[in-house]
């Protein structure tokens, strides 16, 4: 779905080899007439792929103000994959007032924010919603700024993240992170360069979960924090963390 308005997709089964529904913003195609990929609903499916579940980004457009609701996402690499940059090819796109909610997965990464290190202004990504997800994966979630050029207003609510395996990369914190999504993060959720960022009721559950997890959720580099409700306990079969928070300002828990 590329640089198309009030456009509905319901009640599908989809099995892709590639991503299975994305949300485009590839504006150079259309030339002098841009225009934004907005106003879209997607709703009642099930998704299955090697990729992406979910895949929003390419271009340099604008993706706004969209709805997913009501997913099944099963046997795939990257449940959610949000990108705005996804190489030194495009500036990025603009991807904000997007709403993810009521969605099922069973996946290696359930989620994946990446504004990307190729991203110039103005692209950005703002004002992203997570709500009532239930997400099995073998690795950690990402949802990551660049220095400089931070995301802002992420909310994750009621948010079940099951962590199970021990298929991670206890280097990642030193590496720069793939657009795949498939990056080994050792935490259940971790965030860095995000302004604005809610958490309330997000849990995490480890399943079988192996020593080379670090930590329940991470936040480095950020500016605005509120935690409330959020239970992650540390893995327990290594020495990690329940919380870390590293150069935060403005953390309110309640």
Known sequence: IDCCREV???DCI???GDDAITLRGY???L???EQPCEHVTISNCVLSTPCCGMRVGVGSGTVRNCTISNLVIKDTRTGINIISAYSAKWAGVTIENVRFSS???DTVVPLNVLLGEHARPPAQIRNLSFSHIRAIG???SYIGGNEGQHISGIHLHEVDLVMTGNDVDQGFAEKTP???GSNGVPAALWVRHVDGLRLSGLRVEWQE?????QAGVVVEHGDGVALSAVEAPPPPESVGESIRLEQVRDVRCF
Do not use: K, N
């Open 103 to 105: 969605i099922s997965m």
């Open 178 to 180: 793939s657009p795949t």
């Open 27 to 29: 504006s150079a195609l």
């Open 209 to 213: 979960a192996g020593d080379a997890w």
């Open 8 to 10: 509905t997709v319901s």
């Open 14 to 16: 989809i099995h892709a």
């Open 138 to 140: 073998r690795q950690g």
């Open 31 to 33: 030339g002098e007439h």
